[in-house]
């Protein structure tokens, strides 16, 4: 065993930081003074946190820390976004992507390095499992977008307005650190983001849904991506253990726990001659019939090591207008930061962590001989 590190205030919602204070023998309201300068004010440094005494900022030296996951590489893209490397304390490296919108800035937040599930059109899937990002690390990710963007400074550039879990990694096989993490960007002593403007992304953890409400309000998004079970398992394996009617009834469950009304969004990633086949529209808008929900088409990000192909943009218009005339909000959503691989699906960390892994993989896959190509033909045929 490791002699364990001071614990990383970075992570920590404002309920455990308050009985950190008071374990140190202070009032818990130190736990909301510390939470503002670290989110709100961007510092980190425990001296110039003016309004705590010196006694216990020396105390907090010792026994804490505040620590960001490290900054490895930076990319702008032509369209305003950016995306980020940073290393975590694995050693493995995810990515994090900034959106900016009118009127909003979207941050697209990791947490996993890799992931288990190996959705056969991901390429973070392609790379199987690393390790779970800590509370620290996916907060640590807001935290370094908003110091990037200057929204620290006094002047409040524009910072960040939206965080959806939609980097790399499955959410809720991260449960407990995704929900400390997503609990302190709600905080109003640190983000302050509202229970809409955090999005969970899933691909379908049937027990983790049902046991959301316990922990958070926030929104989700499912990723549905076929409109049957059959095709499903072919292209999500995740499908043979939580097929699409028990995912159905947790989302729905989940919903219904929250006050107000908001529905989930169902992502449908559009893989030509796989899933966008005009029957498959027809076929998804009576899955979703009954399923209050919003539907948001992606077309497929084509990534070096995946034979499926984007859908022409008819076949995507034709799909949506199906799913529309079914009474159905859709969006299409545009694809940004194509230039800098940081496209929805195309994370995979640094490059050459990228191809060793993408060899293990390719091994691996081999091995079990799968194949989900050839199942279909596109809405424009
Ligand atoms: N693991 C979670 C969140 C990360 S993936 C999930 O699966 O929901 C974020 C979204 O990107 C998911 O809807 C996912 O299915 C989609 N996606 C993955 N690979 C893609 C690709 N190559 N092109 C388009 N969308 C993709
Ligand atoms: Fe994992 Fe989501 Fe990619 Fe599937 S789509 S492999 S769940 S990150």
């Known amino acids: 065993m490791t002699t364990s590190e001071p614990t990383n205030l970075l992570g920590l919602s404002r309920a455990e930081l308050k009985t950190l204070f008071t374990e140190l023998g202070e009032k818990p309201f130190r736990a909301e003074q510390v939470m503002k300068w670290i989110h709100q004010r961007g510092v980190i440094d425990f001296d110039s946190m003016t309004d705590i005494s010196k006694k216990l900022r020396e105390q907090l030296k010792s026994a804490t820390r505040i620590s960001l996951p490290k900054v490895i590489a930076e990319y702008p893209s032509e369209d305003g976004s950016c995306k980020w490397i940073i290393e975590v304390a694995s050693g493995s490296r995810v990515e994090m992507v900034f959106i900016p919108e009118a009127g909003r800035g979207t941050l697209c937040v990791s947490s996993q390095a890799g992931c288990s599930l190996d959705c056969s059109f991901c390429a ?39 965080v959806v879990m939609m980097g790399m990694g499955e959410p809720l096989l991260n449960f407990d650190n995704v929900m400390a993490a997503i609990s302190v960007m709600m905080d109003d002593c640190a983000y302050g983001l509202s229970k809409r403007k955090v999005t969970i992304s899933t691909s379908g953890v049937v027990p983790a849904i049902r046991r959301l409400k316990e922990h958070t309000d926030a929104s989700i998004a499912v990723s549905l991506h076929a409109p049957n079970d059959q095709l499903r398992s072919e292209i999500m394996p995740i499908n043979n253990r939580y097929p699409i009617a028990e995912l159905l009834a947790a989302v729905r469950e989940y919903m219904d726990s929250l006050p107000d009304r908001r529905v989930p969004v169902i992502e449908y990633t559009l893989i030509k001659g796989v899933n966008d086949h005009r029957q498959h529209a027809r076929e998804l808008a009576e899955l979703l019939r009954d399923f209050p929900c919003k539907i948001n088409l992606i077309p497929f990000n084509p990534f070096s090591l995946s034979d499926f192909q984007r859908p022409s943009s008819t076949s995507v218009s034709n799909f949506r207008h199906i799913l529309q005339e079914a009474g159905f909000t859709v969006t299409v959503r545009t694809t940004r930061a194509d230039d800098i691989g940081a496209a929805c699906g195309q994370l995979v960390g640094d490059i050459a962590d990228r191809t060793r892994r993408s060899e293990r993989h390719l091994a691996n896959a081999g091995k079990s001989g799968r194949n989900t190509a050839n199942l279909a033909v596109s809405a424009d045929s």
């Open 124 to 162: 973070t899937g392609k790379q199987g499992f690393d390790s779970n990002l800590s509370a620290a690390e996916i907060v640590g990710q807001l935290w370094i977008a908003n110091e990037k963007l200057g929204a620290f400074s006094p002047e409040q550039k524009r910072g960040i307005s939206n």
